[in-house]
């Protein structure tokens, strides 16, 4: 009697806009395809921090209730890069699969897996100070010379407010325009906060795609945003000096 392989397919909506139903089709075809029997597991509603029903699918993984693990791409199953090749190698000691259908290259079996699996690490590892330096360097400028402008650093208690409205509107999935006509703020002054909050996530470790989720700001214009930062240090006497064209 042919053993049956039961696969969790984790579904959950992507920041790109990915519906779930988008990525049920290609992963039931997988699961059609290699006689497993799917277990769905879908994310209907989640935060960056909690996804409570990958965490299930992950505890069952690992309590052998499912032996495969199936999604559309890596970055459903976490926040960086990094921790989500740890949750692979986690997975593979408990002799679950994984299998991405954007990262092809973790079907390879044995040591070439494990290789890759390695470098990349260390690859996610990398960016990630790489990251977090440029951001606490762009930062410690802006506190040691204040803004381009010469304007003090630091607003009113009333302005504070309307930002803190503003923002708050705005994670609740307003768009930036409406959240900040809510908050009697200005769209620019709104947007250029967000932008600076994700990237102080950036800085405590997220990646730059997670960080622009979580605050609601575009992945690029955040990118543009963390490569205005360190293009400001420069370092007197000669030092290195943090080029736009460096940053992530």
Excluded: C, F
Excluded at 119 to 141: C, K, S
Excluded at 201 to 223: F, I, M
Excluded at 231 to 244: F, I, K
């Amino acid at each position: 009697m042919k053993h049956l392989i039961h696969a969790a397919l984790y579904l959950r909506v992507s920041t790109d806009g990915q519906t779930v139903e988008a990525q049920r089709a290609p992963l039931a075809q997988l699961a059609a395809a290699r006689g497993w029997t799917p277990v769905w597991y879908e994310e209907v509603a989640s935060s960056v921090k909690h996804r409570p029903v990958l965490e299930r699918m992950l505890d069952d993984a690992k309590r052998g209730r499912v032996s495969a693990i199936a999604v559309v791409a890596l970055d459903r199953l976490g926040r960086s890069m990094l921790g989500i090749l740890q949750t692979v190698d986690s997975l593979a000691r408990a002799n679950v699969t994984v299998v991405s259908l954007r990262e092809t290259w973790l079907d390879l079996g044995g040591p070439v897996r494990q290789l890759l699996i390695a470098v990349m690490g260390w690859m996610a590892e990398n960016e990630r100070l790489l990251i977090v330096e440029r951001t606490r360097a762009g930062l410690a400028h802006v506190r040691r010379h204040g803004s381009k402008s010469g304007k003090p650093i630091g607003r009113p208690p009333a302005d504070l407010l309307k930002l803190g409205m503003g923002e708050r509107a705005a994670l609740e999935g307003k768009s930036i325009r409406a959240a900040a006509r809510e908050a009697g703020v200005a769209e620019s002054i709104l947007r250029r906060h967000l932008l600076n909050l994700a990237a102080r996530h950036v800085g405590q470790g997220l990646t730059v795609s997670a960080a622009a989720a979580k605050a609601r700001v575009g992945e690029v214009a955040l990118t543009r945003h963390l490569a205005a930062l360190t293009a400001s240090q420069n370092v007197e006497g000669g030092g290195a000096r943090l080029s736009a064209a460096s940053a992530p």
